[in-house]
């Protein structure tokens, strides 16, 4: 009995493996939306409508959403939400990046989210970290 207790066990940690490996690749693929989103855009006005557009090299838009989307992932990691909710203000967020970065020119406007982000994460911070 016991050891069909210890595989019971083992396959409870193998599932939740399996959930998070599948959870993972969620979040990159929403982390790499501005990239997918930066092609597209320039692949409809381009091609699709002929028409010159001026938009961010590729490479340029892969940079700044690493530098949008890692830390945003990192804070959203640590915060007390389901993940529901995190996939969620994830995807507000970075519906808000790529309409800033990508359709219209204001680059600065793009990583506001990012300070929403982290006052909510330092409102949950006493409630993350175990007190001493």
């Not at 066990?9 to 993972?24: F, G, I, L």
């Not at 006005?45 to 961010?56: D, M, R, Y």
């Not at 090299?57 to 989307?69: A, D, N, R, T, Y």
């Amino acid at each position: 009995m016991d050891v069909l207790n210890k595989l019971q066990e083992k396959n409870k940690v193998h599932t939740n493996h399996q959930r998070n490996a599948s959870w993972s690749i969620v979040w990159i693929f929403c982390l790499l939306s501005p990239l997918l989103f930066s092609y597209s855009y320039e692949f409809y006005f381009s091609v699709i409508k002929s028409i010159k557009i001026e938009v961010l090299h590729p490479s340029i838009v892969l940079f700044s959403s690493l530098g949008f989307g890692l830390p945003l992932l990192a804070m959203g990691d640590s915060m007390l939400f389901r993940r529901v909710i995190k996939l969620f203000l994830l995807i507000i967020a970075e519906a808000w990046f790529i309409w800033f970065w990508v359709v219209t020119p204001l680059s600065w406007l793009a990583f506001l989210p990012l300070m929403p982000a982290f006052f909510l994460l330092q409102v949950q911070l006493p409630n993350i970290k175990p007190d001493k």
